[in-house]
Every structure is written in C-alpha cells, then in structure tokens.
C-alpha cells in the first residue's frame, strides 16, 4: 500500500523542514508511487538517463563510480530522506550509478514534472538547489579528509557523520545506529585498502571510541571520537523533504 505523503513517516523528525499546505499538495500529485529495490540490486547505472527522480523512504544506498581500470570509488552513502537522480533529471544522464545496499522503498517522482516544479514552485525550487549546495559541501569536507587526515581519523570522521545522520531520522538507540555496509565500501570512501580499513576499525574499537560490527555502530562518546577525527560535533542542519 502506497503511503500517502500527508502519512510520511520521515515528516515527523525534526532534521526536515514541514511542508506548507501548498507544498504538501503539490507533493502528493508529484509523487507517483513507490518502489521496492532488492538489496544488491542497481537502482541507477552510470550513463543511464532516467525518467525517474526518487526519495529514500526506507533503506539503504551506496553512490560510486567505476574507473577505467575497474576499480570504484564510492561517492557517498543513501540514507532515508536523500533525494536521488537529480544530475540525470538535470544533466540528461548519471554520471555515478547508484545501488542499493538494503531491501529499500523509493518514493518515485517523474522527471517530465521536474519543470512544472520549476516553474510552478520556486520554494520547492530552492530546495533542490539547497540539496545540491549540500551535496557539493560534502564532497567537499570528504576531499579535505581523504588529503589531510590519516586512515584513523578518515574512518572516524566516517562513523561520526554517518551516525548523526542516522541519529536525526530516529534510526538505532542513543549509543548505536543501524550501518549494514561492508568494511569494502567504506574503505573505497575513504581511499583505504580493505586490509587497513579492517585494521583501523579494529583500533577505535580497541581504544574506546567506536565498535562497527554485525550491521550497527555502536559510539559511546561522540565528543572523544570528534577529537580523535579532528572535526567538531555540528547540529545536523534542517534540510528540505523531496
């Protein structure tokens, strides 16, 4: 059953910005369905050009790309409430591919409406344009981790952002998230091998600051693992719902 997104359960966390009357309306008639990805399965391959746009409702992602030689280099991770297939919907087609990492439920939207959005709704309009601000801001504090923090603090960094995000969609408990990735996708965010991204994981665990395992991520002290990553402990901004 299709959930109506007067019913959003995402609308309920303080991390998005409510919907006006206006904007609820619209919503409802921009949203054409949903969609049901099985775990492993590609929701959007590199060079695709989509008809479609989606929302994260449930579920998990990984975004990468795939170099020339057959290596990958994950550009971020999908968590619920992040909006997909926007460069598709703008650029004519993706320029990373897009998996899924769980069973995860898209709200699906139709790009031909992308520009009645445009022109028919310039706040929803800043709001895509607000996400995509985001997304550079991102790139650019994982650029700034991948040159000038060591692996420690790369994969510190990691788990503190992930576990914040998580946090602000009422995902895990106090001290814990649900992060059912594999220490392979992590290490290819990072630029880290395997092996060292293992043996790192071991050592925040051995020291204290942050235990990944069987799925969850469990930080007893966010302040000491923020120290230990060189970055401060930042209140997860308000962002807008697509």
Known sequence: MTIACVDCPLR?????????????????QFKKGELVIES?????MEGSNSPQLFTVLKGFGTRYTTLENGRRQVISFLFPG????????????????????TDILLCVFSRSELWNLFKSQPERSYDLTWIAAVE??????????????????RVAW?????????RAVGLGGEDHVPLPFRQQDLADALGLSLVHTNKTIK??????????????????????????????????EKRPLM
């Open 12 to 28: 309920q966390h303080p991390l998005f910005i409510p919907f006006t009357r206006e904007e609820l309306a619209f919503m409802t």
């Open 40 to 44: 492993g399965a590609t929701i959007l």
């Open 82 to 101: 992040d909006f997909v297939g926007l460069q598709a919907g703008l650029m004519g087609e993706m320029r990373h591919s897009v998996d899924a990492t």
């Open 136 to 153: 550079e801001h991102f790139l650019g504090e994982t650029i700034a981790t991948l040159g000038q923090r060591d692996a420690s603090q």
């Open 158 to 166: 990691a788990f503190l952002r992930m576990f914040q995000r998580l």
């Open 203 to 236: 050592r925040l665990r051995e020291a204290g600051l942050a235990n990944w395992s069987a799925g969850r991520l469990f930080i007893g002290n966010t302040r000491k693992l923020a120290d230990h990553a060189l970055c401060d402990i930042e209140a997860e």
